[in-house]
């Protein structure tokens, strides 16, 4: 199946559904049911979605169980223009979360800094891991610059996680999801009043453990892959009268995984010379097929029983790191070694408060506070090669990561009722974050450095004013003013930076449940330092300024985006679509490159690396979205996307294909690198009565559509068209549901995405992929009580 055919085909089913939109509302042509009205809060106040004004998806608790979407990885696969990934350049693990939404694969070099943020009821989380659903009854994304509600780090977007409150019944559920792999997904969950009408509480438990998808070939073991989650969550919901209301939530997540499946293509894997130069240093064309990697896949586990036996290893490496000692210069105060075998160990401790208060008039007092911790250790071999047992361990590395944020918001807002509406408020985010603490052998001697820590205070006013012009034109504009002091530890950094960003919007009725709007959206994304100034001398500082016009502070950068829209509900409520489009550009984009500045001692050019605002990014595109209520047994739902992106000025280390010059401008014109241009999903859902109509029996297809993606900005090495097929069988009662599944059904071998590296043993140009998951046949069921 072709790829042109792929697009037009999820292009012409979504199109044909929202196009309905804009023929006149008929009557049914079948008895059927309206399909469930989503409400969000993607304005700070409850609304349906089909009302919003801008693009945003949505996914309530019956579609999120309807897919068996348990974490973002599974949601992002059913957004469009979504891509989500939880890896970094050199490993396919979980260690570092990057949204990236429209194409906007920026660089992020602290977890402060990057372009699209997870809030969970409203609440920031900085260190982006949020761990497998639990109690999270609403999934919202919402695309384009947030900035005037949610603030920093909303530059592209945010995705907000809203979470269920206790019961004021008791009752609860117990849920175990099994497959061919070992994976076992166990969830608990109890609620019910403590205080009748007053005070009530629910506790929730699940540990997933999905099995490893491809065998380690030294040991044999069917352990690459392998992840656990352990989540405990603890909720209290109080009304101690009518118009007041107070909910805490505490959240701790334990994750423990096993080497990941990736695989370095080196420097032998070169088939191309981009340059002209007269040697292979690139590679070119479709990345090879997954079986070269998975023949080597079994290196990633460094610390195998056939590499050394001793259980106590790790600690003896850390040991030997001198990591641990009072003198260390590690970040994660307080911790031992939490790491017990090669891959990532993470602790995320998080809590959300709550409290609203009904006032007279029908306005209403919200308070929100929120608190995040993320610590991680990787024990990486980056080289990996396969080693004979007891061999040098020059490559294996120990990684440390470390953040935490806490955030305050007041808001007071009007009625929802009225012409004249509007919403105030004012916000304080404290951040700190090391984005990487690195010990290990490199060669000799052994070391450990680490980035500093970027600590970041940011206060923001902001407010929203919507006026209805006539019952069918409405006008609003939304702002916030934000001020961010942005300091480095070392080196006594510190700097402020004042922006203004937000929306304003005009939408029009046709008719009572369609409309047509327009929007124009402003973000920015916070500035930083260039810290490796203040470590040269006034000379070298005043070389590399001459040099490479590098500076200490680097500027925001600024998105400006517009938005062209319809969105509605028709055909009795059977039929819910959007089609959207979009054209935006950044400006003063940070952007890194190599800066060069003469040595005091030698005499020579040195090179460092730099931040400097030289890029310009341009971005259009088109999402569709559309559900269908096609008859009272079949539902129908689609999203298609199209998200361009265009880098128009700028420089691309990456695109140098060896080490002769730097700073070069061959990606003009070219796409950003590991995001898909195109994606697509449409899904098929057959319920009717069976068994004297005891129950409700269930047959659902799910197909998922991503184009290549780019290792880099050259645009040179991709991975190919990614094609998933699912499907799930089931019954479902009111008290249970089971379900038999396959996922990945035509067994897709497509890479998740690959990336430039460099390979370690030649210290040439190399890539790093990351391997996708196989086949799965499963079972799984739910109880509720």
């Not at 609860?172 to 609620?191: H, Y």
């Not at 062209?564 to 890194?592: A, F, M, N, P």
């Not at 605002?613 to 079949?634: K, P, S, Y």
């Amino acid at each position: 199946m072709s790829k042109t055919l792929i697009r037009t085909g999820l292009f012409a089913l979504c199109a044909v559904v929202t196009g309905s939109l804009l023929l006149p509302q008929s009557r049914a042509l079948a008895q059927g049911v309206a399909l469930e009205e989503i409400v969000v809060t993607a304005r700070k106040r409850e609304e349906a979605l089909v009302d919003i004004p801008f693009a945003v998806s949505a996914f309530s608790e019956e579609e999120l169980n309807a897919a068996n979407l348990k974490n973002f990885v599974d949601v992002q696969l059913f957004t469009p223009g979504l891509t989500y990934q939880q890896a970094t350049a050199n490993r396919a693990d979980r260690g570092v979360p990057n949204i990236v939404i429209r194409g906007l694969n920026i660089n992020a070099f602290s977890g402060s800094s990057v372009a699209a943020l997870f809030f969970v009821d409203g609440a920031p989380v900085l260190g982006g891991e949020v761990g497998s659903f639990v109690d999270v009854i609403r999934v919202e994304v919402l695309r384009g610059p947030q900035t005037a509600y949610f603030g920093r780090n909303t530059f592209s977007g945010a995705v907000n996680l809203v979470t269920k409150d206790p019961g004021e019944e008791f009752g609860g559920s117990v849920g175990l999801d099994l497959d061919r792999f070992g994976s076992a997904d166990l969830q608990f969950s109890v609620e019910g009043p403590i205080i009748e009408d007053r005070l009530s509480a629910r506790l929730s438990v699940r540990n997933n453990k999905k099995g490893g998808h491809y065998k380690n070939n030294r040991t044999g073991a069917r352990e690459i892959g392998d992840e656990e989650t352990r989540s405990l969550v603890a909720t209290i919901l109080a009304t101690p009268t009518d118009t007041l209301r107070f909910k805490l939530r505490l959240e701790d997540i334990e994750i423990n995984d096993g080497p990941q499946p990736s695989f370095r293509f080196p420097s032998s894997f070169a088939n191309c010379d981009p340059d002209g130069n007269g040697s292979m240093t690139y590679r070119c064309g479709l990345a090879p097929d997954v079986s070269v990697a998975e023949a080597m896949v079994g290196h990633n586990d460094a610390f195998a029983p056939g590499y050394l036996a001793r259980g106590d290893y790790i600690q003896d490496v850390v040991a030997a790191f001198s990591l641990y000692s009072d003198s260390s210069p590690r970040q994660i105060d307080g911790e031992g070694v939490f790491i017990e075998k090669m891959g990532l160990a993470k602790r995320v401790s998080g809590a959300t408060f709550s409290a609203v208060a009904d006032l007279p008039g029908g306005m209403s007092l919200d308070w929100i506070s929120g608190f995040n911790e993320t610590k991680s250790m990787i024990v990486s071999d980056e080289n990996t090669l396969p080693r004979a047992p007891f061999s040098p361990i020059a490559d294996t590395f120990l990684v440390e990561r470390w953040s935490k944020n806490s955030s305050h918001e007041a808001r007071l807002s009007s009625p929802g009722e009225g012409r004249l509406r509007w919403t105030a408020g004012a916000n304080y985010v404290n951040s700190e974050d090391v984005s990487s603490c690195v010990a290990g052998w490199f060669f000799a001697p052994r070391g450990f450095t680490c980035r500093p820590i970027l600590e970041s205070s940011t206060t923001g006013a902001f407010g929203g004013v919507y006026y209805d012009v006539t019952e069918k034109l409405t006008v609003s504009a939304e702002t916030r003013y934000q001020s961010d002091e942005v300091k480095v530890e070392s080196g006594g950094l510190e700097a402020e930076f004042n922006d203004v960003g937000g929306r304003v919007t005009v939408e029009y009725r046709t008719a009572d449940d369609l409309m047509v709007f327009a929007n124009f959206s402003r973000g920015f994304r916070p500035g930083t330092f260039n810290s490796i100034v203040v470590t040269l001398s006034p000379t070298e500082a005043a070389s590399l300024q001459r040099n490479s016009g590098a500076q200490l502070d680097v500027e925001p950068e600024t998105l400006d985006q517009f938005e062209l829209g319809v969105k509605g509900t028709l055909l009795d409520g059977r039929l819910q679509g959007s089609l959207i489009g979009y054209w935006g550009e950044i400006t003063d984009q940070q952007v890194q490159q190599v800066g060069f500045f003469t040595d005091d001692e030698t005499g020579l050019l040195s090179g460092v690396g730099i931040l400097s605002n030289v890029g310009l990014l341009d971005m259009n595109g088109m999402e569709i979205e559309a559900r269908f209520q096609l008859t009272e047994h079949w539902l129908l739902t689609g999203a298609f996307a199209r998200n361009s992106t265009e880098f128009v000025k700028g420089i691309c280390n990456p695109c140098v294909s060896n080490g002769a010059t730097a700073n070069n401008t061959d990606h003009l014109g070219n796409q950003t690198q590991q995001t898909p241009e195109f994606s697509g999903s449409a899904t098929a859902t057959y319920t009717r009565p069976v068994f004297g109509g005891r129950m409700d029996g269930f047959v659902r297809g799910e197909y998922v559509y991503e184009s290549t993606k780019y290792a880099t900005e050259a645009n040179v090495f991709e991975t190919g068209d990614r094609n998933l097929v699912n499907l799930r069988l089931g019954v479902e009662a009111e008290s249970y549901r089971v379900e038999a599944y396959v996922t990945n059904l035509l067994d897709d071998d497509t890479y998740l995405y690959v990336a430039l590296n460099t390979d370690l043993d030649t210290f040439t140009r190399a890539f790093v992929s990351a391997l996708p998951h196989k086949r799965a046949i499963g079972v799984r069921g739910t109880y509720r009580f």
